[in-house]
DNA sequence: ACGTAGCACTCTTGTAAGCTGAGTGCTAAG
DNA sequence: CTTAGCACTCAGCTTACAAGAGTGCTACGT
């Protein structure tokens, strides 16, 4: 059996009708509202067809059918029509990052508050990963008589701590030695850094003050920090009629919370670009009712940061990947 | 009718035996598992007058009793016994608050990290009020050719953004401009800034990268930022028993979700120290089968930042006011 | 050979009725 | 003042039943 033109029209109504209504399509409802041109028994025909085929579901005898997994990828490989942006989202995709501002953390925040509004996604991210960052300069920056703030500037972070200094500490020594440690350090990337630098410091510097410098410095180089999984548009996600059941929302809510189960989630897409994984495509087996459209934005041949969109199978994939593609645009040309 | 000892008794049997299972207490049940020395039939007694003093509520005619919100209040007020923290506990709290690092942030993450992990509490929390905040310093940290992290130091916050150069720009005229601001405005409050900086920008300095400094400007001075409200432990919250079914987890998460009606919880309370607000002591109706036990620190006089665990109002009150009450004294010997 | 109408069958969902268990309130006796 | 006993209440569970939606199959028409 094979996938004829009208197969792909019934399927595709089936998708579309389920990502809009979350309801199970029988053939009689879908004869009266689309216009296919053949009665129910005739899209009865076709339905048992594309079961066989392994397209379409049934939850149940009496039930209507659903999208498979791989109903949902035909769909979204041959049969979806892609959507276009409305112009006014267009633009301020564009505008987002038209700014000169070239860091992760505020790229990233801005992007997921986007994505988070644009529709009825939760949103994934994580920047690049912080081993990979080139280090650029350590300095003091002075704040008051006792306390100065240390920055950290690497090609894409920067991160920043204040502290008390001791009484006995001379401000212009601690720079003097920031300046050296600068210097020395300029260059490499955090991981290799993080074996060489407390041996250096040790070997350098003394005094109770440099504690904090090396806490401080261990702190910014910790990778977890750098890598750190950020999460919005929880209620979006929340709010879809798949997670009506208090079983569900629960097992919902607990996915949510198990941050390294989205974070693998994320991961689980390699390469640049746009892509999809739908249900049991997902390596995981508690996300196998999810889909995630990744973005993932490369630079300099490596892996940089990845955005994902992630709704019950049932999402509206078009819009998803309509948005998805214009961030990526967007943010790649911005970064590279 | 008065509160007599054995009334007392009977009221602080019933709420922590309700604390601890999620059940409307029988009066049989109440009989067998505390030591009372009176019958079931007494206890009934008790409990009619109990109600009748409007310390304890009745799910329905046949559920046994549960505490109501003035029934709570009694219990903290009266009969509870304070429980004291774990000896490691309570070094931990010390220890948390003993580094060098003087920055709103960290302390803030610090201690979330600890009331997250030590109960069933979601943890709240906001940081001294931004536009009370005095400027120190503002600078440009070089990073590589054509890219300048500008940082902005306040008494307790610091913030940074890495910004590109436009080609035309003499980052040392950046930096003298960056030290003359600095200059003028080191010692005003972030509140009195706002309204100046803008003409003073606008009247000494032009050129296109300013656009991006003044942006940073106004968005490091803009009071959402620096009173952004942090939480955590929200599946501690929603693991609680009372959120079994979809419909209450639902609103759980709705009122979670959103970060105004969670920040004025926590703002509802006013003054220093450790307080405790039950249910319908909240201000907000969609609050009134929480309770909430703030922590305000003070700091001149001034409110500086605030703490709040949330839980059910059947929350753990004797925990929850014995980890407040440490953490408020060890954060506000650190702070002042 | 393909499309369609009709019909019997299946299965979920919603509703009503009955039962059970936990708990209360009241009364009378100790 | 306390307690035992008993009638009463009510949520929650179970069962039964009807309604509604949908399917699969067969027979018929083009």
Redesign the interface.
Known sequence: MVLDERKGMVLRAIVEDYVASAEPIGSRTLARTHNLGVSSATIRNEMADLEALGLLDKPHTSAGRVPSDRGYRLYVDRLMEPVGLAEHEFLQIQGLYL?????ME?LIAQTMRLLTNAGDFMTLAVGPELRRAVL??I?A????EG?M?L?L?T??Y?Q???????DDLDPESLRRTLRDLSERLRGLTVEKINRSILELVARELSGR?YD?LI?FLHDCLAPSEGERLHISG??NF??QPE????DR??AA??LI?QESLLGDLLRGASGAGVQVRIGQENPMPSARDLSIVTIGIERGGEMFARFGLVAPKRMDYARALALAQRVWQALDEAIN
């Open positions: 700014s000169r501002v070239r860091e505020y650029m300069r300095e920056v002075a704040a008051d306390r703030a920055v500037v090609d894409y920067v920043h701590r204040m502290i008390e200094l001791p003050i904090e806490q929880t209620s929340l709010s997670f009506r059941e208090a929302i629960r809510v607990q919370e």
